[in-house]
C-alpha cells in the first residue's frame, strides 16, 4: 500500500482511504460486527484512514473495528454540520466518545458550498482550531461537492483539508465541470492542503466502469488519498489490490460484480416532500402521488434517507 503526506498536516495515510458511509444505516445498514469486520479487513490489509461523519452513524462500526484490530495507528475523518461553538463542541465530544478516542485525527465541516456558508459556520470552525491547538484535533478542514467551496477553501489558512468529490464523469459536481474541480483541486494541492477525493465511482453510477473510474482518480498526484465506500470483504479486497497494481481474481470480480444497488422507496412512504427538498442533486421529485428517483441523477450517497420521518429511503 502506497501512503502520502496529507498536505502540509504531518499525518501519513493510505492512498486508499475507507469510505465509511457505506456499511452503515444510511446505505448497506450492516449489522455492527459484520461491518466492523469489513472495516478491519481494510485494516489489516494495510488501509490505515477512514472517512466517516457524524451523520453516517458509523462510529459504533469504527469503535468496534478498532478494538479487533489492536493497534493505534489508524487515521480518522469525521465531519459535522456544526455551526456554532455549542453544536462543535457536542459534534466532537460524541465523535471521542463513541469512537472512545482521546483526540481526532481529521475533523471537517460537512458539505461546505462557498464563502457564505463557510462564513455561517465559522463559529464552529473556531472552535475546532481551538481544540487543534490544545491538541485534541490534529487537522482541520471541509468536505464539499462544489467548486467554489474547493477554491475558497484551498486559500484559507485556517483549512489544513479538503475533502472534494471528484469522478471520471463529474457526477455530483453541484456547481461546475469535472475539469473545472480539477483546477480547484491543484490549486489548493499547491497552497499545501491535504486533499482526498470522494465518490470516484460516482456514488455507485459508474460501477460497470470501476477499472477506469479508480484509474482516472489514481491518475490525479493532487490528491494523496482517495475515499472509496465498500460493503464487503470482497470489495476491500478488490479495491486494496487495485490500488496496489495487482492482478484482481475473477472469483472475487464474479461476486462483487452479482451485486447490484439502487435507491429503494418502501411502501409506507407518505410522500411528505421532505427528501426532495434535501436532494441537493434534484434526483427526487413526487410524480402522481410516487417518489419517483431519477437514476441519471441520483449518486447513491444515501443523505435523503436522513431526512425521511417514516425511514422508507434504502439503498440496496
Not at 3 to 16: A, D, E, P, Q
Not at 71 to 79: H, M
Not at 104 to 113: A, Y
Not at 306 to 315: A, E, G, L, N, T
Request: aromatic share 6%; with cysteine.
Amino acid at each position: 500500500m502506497e501512503y502520502r503526506m496529507l498536505g502540509n498536516t504531518g499525518i501519513k495515510v493510505s492512498r486508499l482511504c475507507f469510505g465509511g458511509l457505506t456499511v452503515g444505516p444510511l446505505q448497506a445498514n450492516l449489522p455492527v460486527e459484520i461491518g466492523a469486520q469489513v472495516i478491519l479487513e481494510a485494516f489489516r490489509r494495510g488501509v490505515n484512514f477512514i472517512d466517516t461523519a457524524q451523520l453516517y452513524e458509523t462510529y459504533p462500526y469504527i469503535k468496534r473495528a478498532l478494538e479487533l484490530y489492536g493497534k493505534d495507528d489508524i487515521v480518522i475523518a469525521t465531519k459535522s454540520y456544526a455551526y456554532d461553538k455549542k453544536t462543535a463542541e457536542a459534534s466532537l465530544s460524541k465523535a471521542l466518545n463513541e469512537l472512545k478516542v482521546d483526540k481526532n485525527d481529521i475533523f471537517l465541516l460537512h458539505e461546505q458550498e462557498s464563502e457564505h456558508t463557510l462564513r455561517g459556520h465559522y463559529e464552529a470552525l473556531r472552535y475546532y482550531l481551538k481544540m487543534k491547538k490544545e491538541g485534541i484535533i490534529n487537522a482541520v478542514g471541509i468536505s464539499t461537492h462544489t467548486v467554489r467551496a474547493v477554491e475558497v477553501a484551498g486559500k484559507m489558512e485556517e483549512i489544513d483539508v479538503i475533502h472534494p468529490i471528484i469522478n471520471k464523469k463529474g457526477i455530483g459536481i453541484q456547481d461546475g465541470s469535472r475539469d473545472e474541480m480539477l483546477k480547484a483541486i491543484h490549486k489548493a494541492y499547491k497552497n499545501g492542503k491535504g486533499i482526498y477525493g470522494m465518490k470516484p465511482i460516482g456514488g455507485g453510477n459508474l460501477i460497470h466502469s470501476v477499472d477506469e473510474c479508480l484509474e482516472y482518480a489514481l491518475d490525479i498526484k493532487a490528491l494523496h488519498s482517495i475515499a472509496v465506500g465498500m460493503q464487503t470483504k470482497e470489495e476491500v479486497i478488490a479495491n486494496v489490490l487495485k490500488f496496489n497494481g495487482e492482478m484482481i481474481p475473477e472469483n472475487i470480480t464474479n461476486k462483487i460484480s452479482k451485486k447490484t444497488r439502487k435507491l429503494h422507496i418502501d411502501s409506507w412512504c407518505e410522500r411528505c416532500g421532505t427528501c426532495v427538498e434535501h436532494c441537493k442533486h434534484h434526483a427526487l421529485s413526487i410524480v402522481d402521488d410516487q417518489l419517483v428517483v431519477d437514476r441519471n441523477k441520483c449518486v447513491l450517497c444515501g443523505y435523503c434517507s436522513r431526512y425521511c420521518p417514516q425511514f422508507c429511503i434504502k439503498i440496496v
